[in-house]
Nanobody, 124 residues
């Protein structure tokens, strides 16, 4: 069982930047691919992006491409979501999650352990 804790979310103005962190404990972090998801009130959980175990390959959804990047530091058991040029539609609760799959998938069922989330609010 992996315990995940997200941090870094806050209120920010449109056009601003944030870096979210997700720190893992409990098992070998480098054994897991990592995903980031977000959920706005009244909406389904949405895939934001993910990164493979080694960190060599990352992907983000089309809605955030060019603005969000994902990287990880396996020595610190942490994965990061760097967000720039934030928009009000980026508002939501952001979660990280682990996957044992080799490839990063966009559907939540591919992920086993989830954090509690960190709130990002982008004001216009």
């Amino acid at each position: 069982q992996v315990h995940l804790v997200e941090s870094g979310g806050r209120l920010v103005q449109a056009g601003g930047s944030l870096r979210l962190s997700c720190t893992a404990s409990g098992r070998t972090f480098s054994s897991y691919g990592m995903g980031w998801f977000r959920q706005a009130p009244g909406k389904e959980r949405e895939f934001v992006g993910g990164i493979t175990r080694s960190g060599l390959t990352s992907t983000v959804s089309d809605s955030v491409k060019g603005r969000f990047t994902i990287n990880r530091d396996n020595a610190k058991n942490t994965v990061y979501l760097q967000m720039i040029m934030l928009k009000p539609e980026d508002t939501g609760l952001y979660y990280c999650a682990t996957t044992t799959r080799e490839v990063i998938f966009s559907f939540p069922d591919a992920y086993a352990s989830w954090g509690q989330g960190t709130q990002v609010t982008v004001s216009s």
